[in-house]
């Protein structure tokens, strides 16, 4: 279990965060700036908080309250630093042991990461993503009671990261290792972790399992840090027990599945998600007549711009499913909208 609650005064910036997670892996969402560092920093020690409490798997680590501040040296944390901090000097083998000489773990951590071929190398002679997992092997050799992960993925391209993401879950798995991780990539939360905590401006703004967090973003500003595109405002008409309708301009209604309270009445914003879109009716789905204002094809799929209830909306359509005869730039078209993939909020900030 980890327990967080923290408050520092810095020049220009108040911080105050609270959260607990009983999650393998945690991750801290955030934009530059919004105090995701700052609280692994204070986790690890390197930082001291004006007041609070850290307390990791029944260990306090620091309490104000009790007067208590441990050295990062008597708080077993192992901290993976968005630019390695490898030691040039050393070799891949000896920063590994660096942190602990046990050769029976070294060997197990080693063919775990797949880095027996360059031990004897120095780290300016290998790739990022060795880099990347030379650092992590060395983390995990101090059995760290909760590894801190700093953007670890960001230098990254994507072939790496998708390789990594694996590594690092089996890795979690198979030590049974509690991890915080921190990035401002949402598709990372969503693929690694079991519980996200959103900070915004020095506050965590709000926490939970990722894909619900995505389906039920509390406020418009926190849905665009998540990646939503599509905002319509309307009114609900009607708040059944499973399913809402929205009426928005022009007497467009959309039916959408039910996550918050609704009332009749009430003024909502409605994000239309692009993955919501389909050439024919799927379930539980809304019949919408678009106006089609762009189209681009890539890879597997149609990325649209349409007009709906007067508002531009993007959509997107995987081409194997697209019949190419609906679909023209400036034409008016028919399209599916899945309820369930149509998001309530109704807070605008």
Known sequence: MLKFQAQKSLKNFKYSVSFSSNS???????????????????IAGLQKPDSGEIEVNGKTFFSSKRGINLPPQKRNVGYLFQDYALFPHMTVKENILFADRDEKLFKEIVELLEIENILNKFPSQISGGQKQRVALARALMKRPEVLLLDEPFSALHREMKENLYGELLSIVKRFNQRAVLVTHDFEEVLRLSEKVVILENG?????????????????????????????????????????????????????????????????????????????????????????????????????????????????????SLTPNYILEEGKRTTLHLSADQICAIREEE
């Open 203 to 319: 506050r965590n703004v709000q926490e939970g399992e990722p894909e619900e967090v995505f389906l039920k973003p509390k406020t418009v500003k926190i849905a665009k840090l998540l990646g939503h595109r599509n905002f319509l405002r309307g009114k609900v008409v009607e708040a059944g027990e499973k399913f809402a309708v929205v009426e928005l301009k022009g007497k467009v209604k959309l039916k959408l599945r039910r996550r918050v309270p609704l009332n009749v009445g009430e003024e909502i914003t409605l994000s239309v998600l692009p993955m919501s879109a389909a050439s024919s009716p799927a379930g539980e789905s809304n019949r919408v007549e678009v106006l089609v204002k762009r189209i681009e094809k890539r890879g597997n799929f149609l990325y649209l711009k349409v007009e709906m209830a007067g508002e531009e909306v993007e959509l997107q359509l995987p081409v």
């Open 24 to 42: 393998q892996l945690t991750a801290l969402f955030a934009p530059s700036g919004s105090g995701k560092t700052l609280t692994l920093q204070m």
